[in-house]
């Protein structure tokens, strides 16, 4: 498994907007305004499950979600964290990480599935982004 062979799923690669990098992780904004809503994926081909890690990188996996949250939560408060790797959709090990308050769109269900996402407006997407990486990078 090198990074060389490494592949973002098209879903993904549609459906997100690549941050920044850290050491294991590529940092996605989902393109869904409803939500404050990050992805994590390892840039490793190949990986299905969280268990396909070794020991290391399943711990700086867990670190760099938790930084992910960190940040989102600095920059977008919420009062519940969901952190979920579902796919059962998109094969590749990816991480949810989102934040969610009483009586957003899908509240208390799940986001996932929910309704249609609402894509941000380019200031937005543009202010957004840079929120998250200067808080990520420094």
């Given at each position: 498994?090198?990074?060389?062979?490494?592949?973002?799923?098209?879903?993904?690669q549609a459906?997100?907007r690549h941050?920044?990098?850290?050491?294991?992780?590529?940092?996605?904004?989902?393109?869904?305004?409803?939500?404050?809503?990050?992805?994590?994926?390892?840039?490793?081909?190949?990986?299905?499950?969280?268990?396909?890690?070794?020991?290391?990188?399943?711990?700086?996996?867990?670190?760099?979600?938790?930084?992910?949250?960190?940040?989102?939560?600095?920059?977008?408060?919420?009062?519940?964290?969901?952190?979920?790797?579902?796919?059962n959709i998109?094969?590749?090990?990816?991480?949810?990480?989102?934040?969610?308050?009483?009586?957003?769109?899908?509240?208390?269900?799940?986001?996932?599935?929910?309704?249609?996402?609402?894509?941000?407006?380019?200031?937005?997407?543009?202010?957004?982004?840079?929120?998250?990486?200067?808080?990520?990078?420094?």
């Open positions: 498994m090198s990074e060389t062979a490494f592949m973002l799923d098209p879903r993904l459906d997100t941050v920044v990098s850290l050491p294991l992780c590529d940092v996605r904004l989902m393109n869904d305004a409803r939500f404050p809503w990050l992805v994590l994926v390892p840039r490793r081909a190949g990986l299905v499950e969280i268990c396909d890690l070794p020991a290391d990188a399943q711990a700086l996996l867990w670190q760099e979600a938790n930084l992910a949250a960190h940040v989102l939560r600095s920059i977008a408060p919420f009062e519940k964290l969901n952190l979920g790797a579902l796919g998109v094969r590749q090990l990816h991480i949810h990480v989102v934040g969610r308050r009483e009586g957003d769109a899908a509240w208390p269900g799940p986001v996932w599935g929910h309704g249609r996402a609402e894509p941000y407006a380019p200031d937005a997407l543009e202010r957004r982004m840079g929120q998250l990486q200067d808080a990520l990078v420094t």
